[in-house]
């Protein structure tokens, strides 16, 4: 029964690591990447978001974000503790992207802390979540690479994360359908980082 228990949640992690958390990791980034097209277009782009009544955003961002993104940051820890890394034995890429899968969430929860509290928790304290104040977040070059650093571990465990998902959820049984999503989950990356980085850096 134990056993069973523990195949249940590690499938509802794996489940919730790509619908919610995923999907709004891409969202995010999206909406980031308007930055790119300068101040205006940002404060429009999240400007939007207030149109939406504050107890129904209230609602929203606890049933599909936070509550999803609580259990998959804290179970996944748990999981990151409990592994058995390969790397010192089998040095091999998927062997090195499982213990960087763990690593990256180790420092995800971190920094999404970090991010909500100077995002979310701001704006609940009066301030208002804009251009300016990114820029100003930015400002430091060591926030400025604590950011990057946490985009890129973002988007490499969710690239990694779906890997992962269609693996342990049978889609992808055979070694060349494994290699192809392989391939596939990299262009996610790439394309991905590309977009949070280049946001990121707009605000400087």
Request: net charge neutral; proline share 2%; hydrophobic share 55%.
């Amino acid at each position: 029964m134990s056993k069973d228990r523990e195949f249940l949640w590690r499938r509802l992690h794996s489940l919730l690591g790509i619908i919610p958390v995923g999907l709004f990791l891409v969202f995010h980034l999206s909406l980031n990447f308007t930055a790119v097209g300068g101040e205006e277009a940002y404060n429009s782009a999240t400007g939007m978001m207030e149109l939406v009544p504050h107890a129904l955003l209230l609602v929203m961002e606890w049933v599909i974000i936070y509550i999803p993104l609580m259990f998959h940051a804290f179970y996944g820890v748990y999981i990151a503790f409990t592994a058995t890394n390969n790397t010192s034995r089998f040095s091999t890429f998927r062997n090195w992207a499982f213990r960087l899968q763990r690593m990256t969430g180790i420092f995800l929860v971190v920094f999404i802390a970090w991010h909500i509290f100077q995002t979310r928790i701001q704006k609940a304290l009066g301030a208002e979540v804009n251009f300016d104040m990114m820029e100003q977040i930015v400002a430091s070059p060591w926030m400025l690479g604590f950011y990057i650093v946490g985009i890129l571990s973002a988007t490499f465990h969710l690239a990694n994360g779906i890997w992962a998902f269609l693996v342990s959820w049978g889609i992808t049984q055979s070694p060349k359908s494994q290699q192809i999503a392989t391939y596939v989950t990299m262009v996610i990356f790439v394309i991905l980082s590309i977009m949070g980085v280049a946001a990121i850096v707009s605000f400087v």
